[in-house]
């Protein structure tokens, strides 16, 4: 049987390599032929349009290239229920299967293709529950003082400069460039000191 190897990360930081390594040799135990391999480095959460390596996929399955999709793990594949339908329900017109390794399930079988909708369903839920434990977590940190993003580089001095170069008539654009600010840093002073 012609399979097709689809493996994906979400950041440049991780590898599919242990991916591909396991999933070659799934292939190999089930004398499957991995006639092309599919890798991308793209969160899961993007659509099919954004992700090029499992569109490729999809329109080389199209062009009947190999019967079955290999993947590691179900989420791999989406992050949400409405993706993993979108793509298994594109797959399944093509008559291919898909297989995946973590979860053991193999959409061939009846059982494997209800299974494979109900493992989609609990990642969807982990993911919402990850996310909604980080919402909880930023808004404890700002409740206690913590600040997020970029340090300020605005101090008494910086305001000082600002106030003396808008009170000269020069525009926010001029004072950036004078002091080598950034136009947004340069409009962080407060409107009432300026007057």
């Not at 689809?6 to 242990?18: A, G």
């Not at 913590?146 to 400069?161: L, N, Q, V, W």
Request: hydrophobic residues 35%; glycine residues 6%.
């Amino acid at each position: 049987m012609n399979v097709a190897i689809y493996t994906r990360v979400s950041t440049s930081h991780q590898t599919v390599e242990n991916q591909l390594i396991e999933l070659r040799e799934v292939c190999e135990r089930n004398d499957w032929t991995a006639v092309e391999e599919y890798s991308e480095v793209i969160s899961g959460t993007k659509g099919v349009d954004e992700r090029s390596e499992l569109e490729r996929m999809l329109i080389d399955g199209s062009r009947r290239k190999f019967d079955k999709v290999v993947v590691w793990s179900v989420d791999r594949v989406a992050r949400s229920m409405k993706h993993l339908i979108q793509v298994l329900s594109q797959l399944d017109d093509l008559d291919i299967d898909i297989y995946s390794f973590q979860q053991g399930i193999d959409t061939s079988t009846t059982m494997g293709k209800s299974f494979f909708h109900m493992v989609g369903i609990f990642a969807e839920l982990e993911n919402n529950l990850r996310s909604e434990r980080q919402k909880i977590g930023i808004k404890r940190a700002l409740d206690n003082g913590a600040k997020f993003g970029r340090k300020t580089i605005i101090d008494d001095s910086m305001t000082s400069s600002v106030v003396q170069e808008r009170q000269d008539g020069l525009s926010i654009r001029k004072i950036a460039d004078k002091l080598s600010l950034c136009a947004t840093s340069a409009t962080m002073v407060p409107n009432d000191l300026i007057h």
